[in-house]
């Protein structure tokens, strides 16, 4: 019911940064609590932040706070994900998440996500 389009992965150095963004359609975007997930090749999808339908409270991955930011714009329906610092570990697909509760999405039981936008570092 609804869809999400995440933008702005590319190939960085590293030290470098990257913004990338998810777009959302359908049902009421603020009626959702939005996060971001990643994947590499061989290893098992992990939680990177998620942020609550009001925007005012966030959760980061304990590894990744002070490096990543996440943010929401919902007169404009996205959220957003800076990266700052980034490391050749931090190469990934990531992907933007929706669901009900912000538990839902740390847990990685998000009922929407989208297709994922690739984040390459070189060392």
């Known amino acids: 019911q609804v869809q999400l389009v995440e933008s702005g992965g590319g190939l960085v150095q590293a030290g470098g940064s990257l913004r990338l963004s998810c777009a959302a359609s359908g049902r009421t975007f603020s009626s959702y609590a939005m996060g971001w997930f990643r994947q590499a090749p061989g290893r098992e999808r992990e939680f990177v932040a998620a942020?609550?339908?009001?925007?005012?409270?966030?959760n980061y991955a304990d590894s990744l706070k002070g490096r990543f930011t996440i943010s929401r714009d919902n007169a404009k329906n996205t959220v957003n994900l800076q990266m700052n610092s980034l490391k050749p570990e931090d190469t990934a697909v990531y992907y933007c998440?929706?669901?009900?509760?912000?538990?839902?999405?740390?847990?990685?039981?998000?009922?929407?996500w989208g297709q994922g936008t690739q984040v390459t570092v070189s060392s």
């Open positions: 942020i609550t339908r009001s925007g005012v409270i966030t």
């Open positions: 998440a929706a669901a009900s509760t912000v538990v839902l999405v740390v847990q990685g039981r998000h009922q929407y």
